[in-house]
Structure formats: structure tokens, C-alpha cells
């Protein structure tokens, strides 16, 4: 009996097993969601909001890392794949692969706040134009919703569009696109109908960006661009630029020029826009759309270009900031109520100091710093072409071992400059050592103090040299290197050297941030030691020749003293 039981409970578990082992196995698919809560500098809200939801790639998470591929929707085609790589697809042109990572990788590199926003409308222009499905139905909020969950979505990139009915309501306005990342639960804030402004500055390249660097007198081209944002609800609706320079920058007012989308065709003074130029206060100029609004469309690109010279006002070891505001109606039932958002770029202009010292007889560095150099600096340009760089000096004082020490800069003259020299003087007062590689602003024996210079190569030919010190036959090659970061800030600042004759540079040195200076040791040969007359060779033909008469004369006695015998 108990042989029968074992069987019996035996064959029970044989066919729980087997019975487990053909239930089919289902993969839970990785889901995240996504929250849209209120925006806290606005009185926009999601109440009664109606949300589309649509899915740009799909992701896949691996920990901290996360990968992805196409989505795909139900016919199995690929919703989106034209928008990045068809005939006037986002990808650069040179982009041909066609792959997911080139359109991530494309994506990924749009770093402003602006250009993703643009990015977004155009995105969503896309899904219009092309009868894009959601992925879920719509979703909508409470009238009293303070924020809005959508729930239950497979990981990946999504784009949620405001899709609210504005037929009723004038006070309602339709929030911007938002772009959601889920790989987890995503919480992102209501884009309200703020429009957004960039402001950038022409790089030494050629490209735009958020700094530069520049050399006094230098003309720098900036630009403004904002996305026109929907306006229809309104009766009038305030829009225009206010930009403010740095004090070391002159605007000129005939520069400026308007754009509308990709148009090389600069809009009508007066038919597309009004400019007013201010003379005193914090701004320089307006730029006034609110009288042409019937000019243009929601989500047109609009871009203000104007270019202003760089003075000797510029200020070093710092960002000169150069701001523009927008400032737009917030408020449908309120032509007065007006909201605002700014943004800036940099300019630098960088030091650069150099030192004299000697070299000993055998070629060796000494700790010896040498006065009464002179030179003329030049800035070398693509085509290999020389400028030669004029300056007007000023008195600076430094401190250096709790000692003030009082020393003249030279500051890169503008065009049109009085008392301007071109020759640099290397500090001839005083007697003084220092330990190489000390880098200073300036001020000791041996010190040359530049400011006003971009990054770029220059030559610096030594016209004079010390006294008792060879002048070297051939130019030092200088060149200043910087690296501004996408928020414009410098993150590298560095200075490299070569000379090809007599004198050598030893030493260059490069700060990057905090005092926005480059500095270089160069060195002078002395002269060589010529021989003297009267030195030991005529000695030695002094003795010689004394020796030579005293054996003739005791040649001669010996004869006399035959001859007599």
C-alpha cells in the first residue's frame, strides 16, 4: 500500500512538472510612464488639457546604459525613418547610413533649449503632414488636474503633443511640443506658451556659437534667433528683441538686419519690424515685431543679425556678456500683461605676458631675467600674411611677494587711436632673479604685459636686444589656442612657442578660466668672447725671441774667443 501511494505521489508530481513545462513563457516588456506637471514660473496648467502621444524609437536598458532601435508601428513600417534620412530628411547630408544610431547621434547633439524646441515643432509638423498615429488614445486632464500621468508605456523616445480644442475658451493656450526620454518613469514640465530666444556669437571659425575670442578693434557678428509662437487668440500681441552690449563693444546701428526662415533676404525696416536705437541706459537697441504680426506665421524662425567693434573698453579676465530679451504677451484677455526670457553670449579678449632671460655661455638657462629688449608683434593670418599690431599703454599695478609693484600693459590699440607705438619695451628699471616657470600678470624685470588678443598665431620679432646678448635672426612663433564650451564659458586657454634661430622659447604656460592669461619664457644668447691682443701667444713670442738672442750673442762670443786663440 505505501508502494502504491509513493507511485501515485510520484506520478502527481511528474505531471505537475510537465504540466508546468508546457504553459507558454511570456517576456514582460520593460514599461515606464510619463508625468506632465505644471509649470512653476506660469500660470499654465494641464487642467482640461488634451495630450497626443507618439513614439519616435524605441529603447532598450542595460543599467545605466539604454540603446535603441526604430519603432515600428503595426503594418511594420517605420514611422519616422524619412523625417531623419528622406529626401529632406534632418541628418546632414553626409549622413547617408541610414542608421538609428546616426538619427539618435543626431538628436543627442541638439544641446539648446531653442534649437530642441525647433527640433520638436518640426517633428510634429512632420507626424501632421504624414497622418502619424498616436500610440494610445488621447489623453485628458482633469479641470482641476495639477499635473496629468501617462501610464503604461514601453520604453523609448516619445513626443507629447499639446491637442486641446481652443474653439472655446480664448483664454486657453496651447502649451508647446514636449520631448520625453522613458526609460523609467519620466516627469517633465508643461511647456507653456513661452517662447524661447538664442543669442550667439560668430566664432573665429566662421560657425556661431555662445563665446568667442577677440583682439581689440576686431568686428564681431552676432545673432538672435526666436520662434514666432502661436498668436491667434490675441488682439494684439506684444513682440520684440531688447538687446544689451558690453560696454566695450560698439553697436553699429546700419548692421542690423532681420530674417525670416531660411530666407538670405533681409525682412523691410518699417514694413516687417520697427528698430529703435537708445543712446544712454542699459539698452543699445529694440527690435519691434508687435505692429507686423500679420507678417508671420506660428513657429516661424526669425533672426536678428548685427555686428559691433570690439574697444579697448573690453574687459580682461572675465566674460563680457552681451544679452538679448524677449518680451511677449502671456495673456489673451490682458493686451498689457507681458512675460520675458533672456539669453546671452561671451566675448574674451586674453593677456599674454612673456619674459626675457639668458642663457649662459654653453647654451644653459639661467634663473636671470634680462631688461632692454625690444620687439614688434604681429598677428599671422590664414594666407600667412603679417598685420603689425599697435598699442597705447596704461599703468597697472600688481602684487607680488606682498610688494605693490606699478608697470605698464600694453593694450592693442583700435583703429584710429592717438599715441599709439608699435615697438614693446621690456622693463629696464631694476636688478632682479626669480625661479623659472613663476607665472605672473606681469610687472617684474623682464616682463612684457599684452592685452587684447585673440586666439590665433602671431609672430614676435625682437628688434633689439639686451646689451651684450645676441639678437636672434628669426621670429617667435606664438600661438594661442581656447576651447568655449556650448554655455560659453572658456574651458581650455593654452599658448605654444617655437623659434627656428638664436634665442629659444623654454617655456609656455596656459590657464584656462581664472585669469584668462597666457605667458611664455624667451631666451637671449650672449655674446662670445673675441681673443686679445697682448695675450699669451705674443708671451710666448716674447720669450722666443729673447731666447733667440741670447743664443746668437753667445753664438757669436764663442767665435770671437776661437778666433782669438
Not at 547617408?96 to 517633428?123: M, R
Not at 548685427?306 to 573698453?313: D, G, L, R, W
Not at 606682498?402 to 615697438?423: I, N, R
Not at 673675441?530 to 767665435?559: D, K
Request: overall charge negative.
Amino acid at each position: 500500500m505505501k508502494a502504491i501511494k509513493k507511485s501515485l505521489a510520484i506520478l502527481v508530481c511528474l505531471c505537475l512538472v510537465f504540466s508546468c513545462m508546457a504553459m507558454p513563457i511570456f517576456a514582460t516588456e520593460a514599461t515606464g510612464s510619463i508625468t506632465i506637471q505644471n509649470p512653476g514660473n506660469s500660470a499654465a496648467t494641464v487642467a482640461g488639457k488634451t495630450f497626443n502621444v507618439y513614439k519616435v524609437f524605441n529603447a532598450t536598458t542595460n543599467g545605466n546604459n539604454t540603446s535603441y532601435s526604430w519603432y515600428t508601428d503595426q503594418s511594420d513600417d517605420i514611422p519616422f525613418y524619412d523625417f531623419f534620412y528622406g529626401a529632406n530628411g534632418v541628418v546632414e547630408e553626409n549622413a547617408t547610413d541610414g542608421s538609428v544610431q546616426g538619427a539618435v547621434e543626431y538628436v543627442a547633439a541638439i544641446t539648446d533649449s531653442l534649437a530642441l524646441s525647433q527640433f520638436a515643432e518640426s517633428l510634429h509638423k512632420y507626424i501632421v503632414d504624414n497622418s502619424i498615429a498616436t500610440i494610445i488614445d488621447p489623453v485628458v486632464a482633469s479641470e482641476t488636474a495639477t499635473s496629468v500621468n501617462i501610464p503604461d508605456l514601453s520604453y523609448g523616445y516619445y513626443l507629447v503633443y499639446d491637442n486641446t480644442d481652443l474653439s472655446g475658451d480664448t483664454s486657453v493656450v496651447r502649451s508647446a511640443v514636449m520631448l520625453s526620454n522613458v526609460n523609467k518613469d519620466a516627469v517633465i514640465t508643461l511647456k507653456a506658451n513661452r517662447p524661447q530666444i538664442l543669442k550667439q556669437v560668430k566664432e573665429n571659425n566662421g560657425s556661431y556659437g555662445k563665446g568667442t575670442s577677440v583682439t581689440i578693434g576686431d568686428v564681431v557678428t552676432f545673432k538672435i534667433t526666436t520662434l514666432i509662437p502661436s498668436h491667434t487668440l490675441y488682439t494684439t500681441y506684444h513682440y520684440s528683441i531688447e538687446d544689451t552690449m558690453h560696454d566695450g563693444l560698439i553697436l553699429d546701428a546700419d548692421s542690423i538686419r532681420v530674417y525670416k526662415n531660411d530666407s538670405d533676404t533681409a525682412l523691410v525696416e518699417g514694413q516687417d519690424y520697427s528698430v529703435e536705437i537708445f543712446e544712454s541706459g542699459d539698452v543699445d537697441f529694440k527690435v519691434d515685431f508687435t505692429d507686423y504680426m500679420d507678417c508671420y506665421a506660428t513657429n516661424d524662425t526669425v533672426t536678428v543679425v548685427y555686428e559691433a567693434t570690439v574697444s579697448n573698453a573690453i574687459e580682461a579676465q572675465k566674460a563680457n556678456e552681451n544679452a538679448a530679451k524677449l518680451i511677449y504677451s502671456n495673456d489673451p484677455t490682458n493686451d498689457e500683461s507681458t512675460g520675458n526670457v533672456s539669453d546671452s553670449a561671451n566675448v574674451y579678449s586674453y593677456q599674454f605676458v612673456f619674459t626675457k632671460f639668458a642663457q649662459d655661455t654653453n647654451g644653459v638657462l639661467t634663473n636671470i631675467r634680462l631688461a632692454g629688449a625690444e620687439f614688434q608683434l604681429y598677428r599671422v593670418e590664414e594666407d600667412n600674411t603679417r598685420t603689425k599690431i599697435t598699442f597705447t599703454t596704461k599703468e597697472k599695478t600688481v602684487v607680488f611677494d606682498e610688494e605693490e609693484h606699478t608697470f605698464v600693459e600694453y593694450v592693442v590699440a583700435t583703429e584710429g587711436a592717438t599715441e599709439t607705438e608699435d615697438t614693446l619695451v621690456v622693463h629696464s628699471e631694476g636688478e632682479e632673479t626669480i625661479t623659472l616657470g613663476h607665472l605672473n600678470m606681469g610687472g617684474h624685470l623682464g616682463d612684457v604685459a599684452i592685452f587684447g588678443l585673440a586666439e590665433g598665431k602671431y609672430e614676435l620679432v625682437e628688434t633689439k636686444a639686451p646689451d651684450g646678448y645676441i639678437l636672434p635672426d628669426e621670429p617667435f612663433v606664438i600661438e594661442i589656442t581656447d576651447e568655449i564650451g556650448a554655455l560659453g564659458s572658456v574651458g581650455t586657454l593654452n599658448v605654444t612657442g617655437s623659434h627656428t634661430g638664436s634665442g629659444s622659447i623654454v617655456n609656455t604656460n596656459g590657464i584656462a578660466e581664472s585669469i584668462l592669461t597666457v605667458w611664455a619664457e624667451i631666451t637671449n644668447k650672449p655674446g662670445a668672447a673675441l681673443p686679445e691682443t697682448g695675450g699669451i701667444g705674443t708671451t710666448i713670442f716674447t720669450v722666443l725671441g729673447i731666447v733667440l738672442m741670447a743664443g746668437a750673442v753667445a753664438f757669436f762670443t764663442s767665435r770671437k774667443r776661437s778666433s782669438l786663440a
